[in-house]
């Protein structure tokens, strides 16, 4: 099994920032993508933001020049910066990662359990 750990959400006035954590513990070989998603109340669930084990990373156009997702491939982790947040940022941002598994070498995917960030105006 893989398991992951987010932290970092929590409520802070627009233009302000937050980190977000994910870390990815188990029976991973390898992580090949980890991204965040997010989810507003009564909307579907949006990519944010994502990264390949190559480093090369994908946003969505709302967010691009204000978030910024990084790695620390070391310890399985992945951020999320997100500056000059807006009130319509608001939402439950959920953790993906796309991994090997250790032993069956199969593809998996997983999801956080959500961190709800809510920024007010």
């Known amino acids: 099994q893989v398991q992951l750990v987010e932290s970092g959400g929590g409520l802070v006035q627009a233009g302000g920032s937050l980190r977000l954590s994910c870390s990815a513990s188990?029976?991973?070989?390898?992580?090949?993508?980890m991204g965040w998603y997010r989810q507003a109340p009564g909307k579907q669930r949006e990519l944010v933001a994502d990264?390949?084990?190559?480093?090369?990373?994908n946003y969505a156009d709302s967010v691009k020049g204000r978030f910024t997702i990084s790695t620390d491939n070391a310890k399985n982790t992945v951020f999320l910066l997100m500056n000059s947040l807006k009130p319509e940022d608001t939402a439950v941002y959920y953790c993906?990662?796309?991994?090997?598994?250790?032993?069956?070498?199969?593809?998996?995917?997983?999801w956080g359990q959500g961190t709800l960030v809510t920024v007010s105006s």
């Open positions: 990264i390949a084990r190559g480093g090369s990373s």
């Open positions: 188990g029976s991973i070989f390898s992580i090949n993508t």
């Open positions: 993906n990662v796309g991994a090997t598994h250790r032993l069956t070498k199969r593809y998996l995917e997983v």
